[in-house]
T-cell receptor
Framework: GDSVTQKEGLVTLTEGLPVMLNCTYQ???????LFWYVHYLNESPRLLLK?????KRTEHQGFHATLHKSSSSFHLQKSSAQLSDSALYYC??????????FGDGTQLVVKP | DPKIIQKPKYLVAVTGSEKILICEQY?????MYWYRQSAKKPLEFMFS???????DNQTASSRFQPQSSKKNHLDLQITALKPDDSATYFC?????????????FGSGTRLLVI
């Protein structure tokens, strides 16, 4: 069946260091669409990035991710973490039922 | 102006009672969804509707009943409330064309059952 795996539940970083949040997925759907959502405390989850194109880098607000279908991965990266990046990040997959299925989320904490 | 309105923002209910969570979207989308987020748990899919018809249902309990009176409304009725139902309930919508159409979320209703 369809699934999304975010193996890190919590990532703690010092401001200025690079960010990498892992996401792998499994789906029977040949044309997978992957998403990253960011969820700040007391706000709505909102879209950060999305992609369906293999090996193409997608960027938004300093974050980037590349969908690699060969490894079923869609890792989220940023070159330099900021304090304001502290939030819960969800990787998500649109499955064959046309529904977006969210991973367990990775809590990113950026410290001064 | 918020594009998806969820009411109320906070709700306290007594065990065994019934409540309705309201969701209205003004994005012109044809698909709407309910998700739940319990404490220290990820977003959990509950229902999806497209053109006011139920498309997908992952909630085992019949105590949760979505109601769509209009294309841009998808309310959630919860009966016989239990403390375990305490969570933040998020409504979302999208233009249901599949592909890379993403969801827009409302601000959520925080439900506490005592």
């Amino acid at each position: 069946g369809d699934s999304v795996t975010q193996k890190e539940g919590l990532v703690t970083l010092t401001e200025g260091l690079p960010v990498m949040l892992n996401c792998t997925y499994q789906t029977i759907y040949s044309n997978a669409f992957l998403f990253w959502y960011v969820h700040y405390l007391n706000e709505s989850p909102r879209l950060l990035l999305k992609s369906s194109t293999d090996n193409k880098r997608t960027e938004h607000q300093g974050f980037h991710a590349t969908l690699h279908k060969s490894s079923s991965s869609f890792h989220l990266q940023k070159s330099s973490a900021q304090l304001s990046d502290s939030a819960l990040y969800y990787c998500a997959l649109r499955n064959s039922n046309n529904r977006i299925f969210f991973g367990d989320g990775t809590q990113l904490v950026v410290k001064p | 102006d918020p594009k998806i309105i969820q009411k109320p923002k906070y709700l306290v209910a007594v065990t065994g009672s019934e409540k309705i969570l309201i969701c209205e979207q003004y994005l012109g989308h044809n698909a709407m969804y309910w998700y739940r987020q319990s404490a220290k748990k990820p977003l959990e899919f509950m229902f999806s509707y497209s053109y006011q018809k139920l498309m997908d249902n992952q909630t085992a309990s019949s105590r949760f009943q979505p109601q769509s009176s209009k294309k841009n409304h998808l309310d959630l009725q919860i009966t016989a409330l239990k403390p375990d139902d305490s969570a933040t309930y998020f409504c979302a919508s999208s233009q249901d064309g599949g592909g890379d159409s993403d969801y827009t979320f409302g601000s959520g209703t925080r439900l506490l059952v005592i």
